[in-house]
């Protein structure tokens, strides 16, 4: 497995001598916020694992032993009637869960077994929870269904309330998804469905759906699905997605004009240049996941087959036909997608409505989508889309 060290300067590194553990670790952190992560709790794993960095087998056995733990707290907790303590210890668990899992590819029993674990922890908690109102959901899709949960507006009177799509990225799922803000944006009147699109999630693990790169199939299929609901505005829906999802809902908005407003939580430009220098380097460059990531999703072999697919992830063409509100988040210090790229998106979209937000080092959220402060960058996002919806 490659170690690679990031420039590291300006974020905290937990391992500095590894971007990819360094950058998992933070993500991870920054949950807490959200409850999706206590820093005791990672902190004493990281401690364990400091000696076996870039060990990924370490990696997934260690924080399954954490939702392990968790999860039999929020189990006691249950029994006990203690239902907020449980909830609380159960979304904690389905995180840690699956942050110790993603790593961890091709899927092997022994990982599905901990992912559906986790699932299950992330149902307990919106059992239990007394907000947000979160309603797991089946989308209709080509014959069969993708997996998401509409989470209910609050703080509004509307019967019928705002809403936005929101995709995850290249390994990201639904319920990480969660506990990135979804509870703070709801609190702004604006429902949310967060999704498992095609390649990440539960829709590769359990229903063999692979990444594709005309992702506005699965925008239209989310978007006429809340305009069946009577608790949503059809007129007033919007898309965002993160990381990767910054090449899904630019293309979804821009070849879908019923969507209203439109927000990429960092930017994609030529998706295939940036694995075609991933791959030439031997990844020895900031890489969020392991290498052979990108072939699972695909559903291919060999790198040099996902290298193919991945020819038609380009928004140059495409983003010139949008229409609708456009927000861009970067960060000035991205390590995994440049800035140039996020120039390059913003100058091609065809919106006349449009705002690249470039986050710096002295704010903080200069990082991966905010990674290193999140919580600045879901604030600007979460008051641009109620303003625009």
């Not at 968790?70 to 009637?81: D, H, L, N, S, Y």
């Not at 988040?329 to 390590?335: L, M, P, R, V, W």
Request: negative net charge; hydrophobic residues 40%; glycine residues 10%.
């Amino acid at each position: 497995m490659n170690i690679v060290a990031g420039r590291q300067t300006n974020w905290f590194a937990y391992f500095p001598e590894d971007y990819r553990w360094s950058a998992a670790m933070v993500d991870v952190i920054g949950c807490a916020g959200m409850g999706g992560s206590d820093i005791g709790e990672v902190d004493r794993l990281g401690r364990r694992i400091r000696g076996r960095v870039g060990d990924d087998d370490a990696w997934f056995a260690e924080w399954s032993r954490l939702g392990d733990e968790v999860r039999a707290i929020a189990e006691k907790a249950e029994k006990e009637g203690n239902g907020y303590t449980a909830a609380s210890f159960y979304l904690r668990a389905c995180c840690y869960y699956q942050v110790g899992e993603r790593f961890r590819t091709p899927k092997d029993d022994a990982a599905l077994s901990i992912y559906r674990t986790s699932l299950d922890c992330f149902r307990r908690y919106t059992t239990l929870t007394d907000r947000p109102n979160i309603e797991p959901v089946e989308v209709p899709y080509e014959g069969g269904g993708l997996p998401g949960y509409f989470v209910h507006a609050e703080n509004t009177d509307l019967k019928q309330a705002p809403c936005v799509v929101f995709f995850d990225g290249l390994d990201i799922t639904k319920e990480l998804q969660y506990v990135r803000g979804v509870a703070d944006l709801v609190r702004r009147g604006i429902s949310c469905l967060v999704m498992d699109g095609p390649g990440t999630g539960e829709a590769i693990r359990f229903r063999g759906l692979p990444l594709r790169h005309d992702y506005e199939v699965a925008g239209t299929a989310c978007l006429e699905y809340l305009q069946t609901r009577p608790d949503v505005a059809p007129d007033r829906i919007g898309v965002m997605a993160i990381s990767l999802g910054g090449y899904y809902a630019p293309r979804i908005a821009s070849m879908e004009p019923r969507f209203k407003a439109c927000l990429a939580w960092g930017a994609i430009w030529d998706y295939h240049a940036t694995w075609k220098r991933r791959i030439e380097a031997k990844f020895k460059t900031s890489l969020s996941v392991p290498g052979h990531h990108i072939s699972w999703i695909f559903g291919v072999d060999t790198l040099e087959q996902a290298l193919e697919k991945l020819k038609d992830y380009r928004l140059d063409g495409v983003v010139q036909k949008m229409r609708c509100p456009f927000l861009i988040t970067h960060g000035a210090e991205d390590e995994q997608v440049p800035l140039a790229d996020a120039e390059a998106l913003y100058k091609a979209s065809g919106s006349s409505d449009k705002t690249l937000r470039v986050f710096t080092a002295e704010e903080g959220g200069a990082q991966h989508c905010q990674r290193d402060l999140p919580s600045i960058g879901a604030a600007v996002m979460f008051d641009w889309l109620k303003e625009k919806l």
